[in-house]
């Protein structure tokens, strides 16, 4: 769909989102804390923390990491690289706004990734930039030690697995040591420590997602549960899909409309929903009971047809975004 003419029907949709007093506390789930202890113990023996966000919401993340309390008294001292992964999903027009935003909030050493590209150069990148920034910060206890250490961190689901691999795919030529998934949550196991570079010997410690326990507005937690951060079922697929649309709509991502054979943009989940349902067979058949008797009636799956409405987006099929 061209923008002007999706544009015509911009007066239709929302300006702002209705939540329907929902409260973030119990989106989260209880092993974080738990993975926040591991971190702080293992901190002596890290050289520089590798900060890793969804580069579709880094802003963000970065922000409500680094108002977090215990964070700030854990990381702050370390050196710091601050990787934006996903960079495949995300709209790069807004790259220079996001690093500017960045800089003023004193993070200058950035790195865009792919970590499921084959060859990503900026994967390429990590190591020297990683050297350089250790080289200008003094190493304390660590002064004689030929080997490094690096401790990646970062929300659920944010690709740390998946940057642990791609490093070795690049610096070592070897394969997965580390396991990836598509759901958050998904390195539970203690802190495990993989070699990811040979010259010089450099590891790095995986750690479970360690999402800060305070967020600040419902806001915040839906496009955490948009980017995949927080398991949909705490949130609820019927509302993450309405704020996709209308995410989707203000940020002028009108690619569904044709994806899924509507007239024009909607800002009507439900007749999205439908929509996407009937064109990808997603239905169920139900009885019903009329003055005539019991007829079985087919009705779009509604839970489905969101469900796979979030899986396009979370996949790229929907647009590139920024939603910071
Ligand atoms: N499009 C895209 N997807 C990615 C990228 N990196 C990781 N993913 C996908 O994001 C999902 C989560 O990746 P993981 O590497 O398991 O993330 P994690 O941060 O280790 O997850 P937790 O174990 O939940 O903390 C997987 O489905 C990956 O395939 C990327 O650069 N681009």
Same mark, same amino acid.
Request: aromatic residues 6%; glycine residues 6%; contains cysteine.
């Given at each position: 769909?061209?923008?002007?003419?999706?544009?015509?029907?911009?007066?239709?949709?929302?300006?702002?989102?209705?939540?329907?007093?929902?409260?973030?506390?119990?989106?989260?789930?209880?092993?974080?804390?738990?993975?926040?202890?591991?971190?702080?113990?293992?901190?002596?023996?890290?050289? @520089?923390?590798?900060?890793?966000?969804?580069?579709?919401?880094?802003?963000?993340?970065?922000?409500?990491?680094?108002?977090?309390?215990?964070?700030?008294?854990?990381?702050?001292? %370390?050196?710091?690289?601050?990787?934006?992964?996903?960079?495949?999903?995300?709209?790069?027009?807004?790259?220079?706004?996001?690093?500017?935003?960045?800089?003023?909030?004193?993070?200058?050493?950035?790195?865009?990734?792919? @970590?499921?590209?084959?060859? /990503?150069?900026?994967?390429?990148?990590?190591?020297?930039?990683?050297? /350089?920034?250790?080289?200008?910060?003094?190493?304390?206890?660590?002064?004689?030690?030929?080997?490094? @250490?690096?401790?990646?961190?970062?929300?659920?689901?944010?690709?740390?697995?998946?940057?642990?691999?791609?490093?070795?795919?690049?610096?070592?030529?070897?394969?997965? =040591?580390?396991?990836?998934?598509?759901?958050?949550?998904?390195?539970?196991?203690?802190?495990?420590?993989?070699?990811? @570079?040979?010259?010089?010997?450099?590891?790095?410690?995986?750690?479970?997602?360690?999402?800060?326990?305070?967020?600040?507005?419902?806001?915040?937690?839906?496009?955490?549960?948009?980017?995949?951060?927080?398991?949909?079922?705490?949130?609820?697929?019927?509302?993450?899909?309405?704020?996709?649309?209308?995410?989707?709509?203000?940020?002028?991502?009108?690619?569904?409309?044709?994806?899924?054979?509507?007239?024009?943009?909607?800002?009507?989940?439900?007749?999205?929903? %439908?929509?996407?349902?009937?064109?990808?067979?997603?239905?169920?058949?139900?009885? =019903?009971?009329?003055?005539?008797?019991?007829?079985?009636?087919?009705?779009?799956?509604?839970?489905?047809?969101?469900?796979?409405?979030?899986?396009?987006?979370?996949?790229?099929?929907?647009?590139?975004?920024?939603?910071?």
């Amino acid at each position: 769909m061209k923008l002007y003419q999706a544009l015509r029907h911009v007066d239709k949709f929302r300006t702002v989102f209705d939540f329907g007093g929902r409260e973030v506390a119990h989106w989260f789930p209880g092993h974080m804390a738990k993975g926040l202890k591991q971190m702080r113990a293992n901190l002596k023996s890290v050289d @520089c923390i590798i900060e890793i966000h969804d580069a579709r919401i880094s802003f963000l993340l970065y922000h409500t990491i680094k108002q977090n309390p215990v964070f700030q008294d854990t990381l702050s001292a %370390k050196p710091h690289l601050l990787i934006l992964n996903k960079m495949d999903l995300a709209d790069l027009s807004n790259k220079q706004r996001i690093l500017k935003k960045l800089e003023k909030e004193g993070m200058t050493h950035v790195l865009f990734t792919d @970590c499921l590209k084959q060859r /990503d150069d900026n994967i390429k990148k990590l190591v020297p930039m990683v050297m /350089d920034i250790i080289a200008s910060k003094p190493r304390f206890n660590r002064e004689e030690n030929t080997n490094y @250490c690096l401790m990646v961190i970062g929300v659920p689901n944010v690709g740390k697995s998946s940057l642990i691999n791609s490093l070795r795919r690049t610096n070592l030529k070897k394969g997965r =040591a580390s396991r990836v998934g598509g759901e958050p949550g998904i390195t539970k196991a203690v802190l495990t420590k993989i070699q990811v @570079c040979e010259r010089p010997i450099m590891y790095l410690l995986d750690t479970p997602g360690v999402l800060p326990p305070k967020i600040e507005s419902v806001e915040t937690g839906m496009k955490l549960a948009l980017c995949g951060t927080i398991l949909d079922h705490l949130v609820g697929e019927d509302i993450i899909a309405d704020y996709l649309l209308y995410s989707l709509n203000r940020l002028g991502k009108f690619s569904y409309v044709e994806k899924y054979d509507l007239q024009e943009p909607s800002d009507d989940i439900q007749h999205v929903l %439908k929509r996407i349902a009937v064109k990808l067979g997603k239905t169920q058949r139900v009885k =019903a009971i009329t003055g005539v008797g019991n007829v079985t009636i087919t009705i779009p799956n509604y839970t489905a047809a969101a469900y796979d409405f979030i899986r396009a987006f979370r996949k790229g099929e929907l647009g590139q975004v920024m939603l910071d």
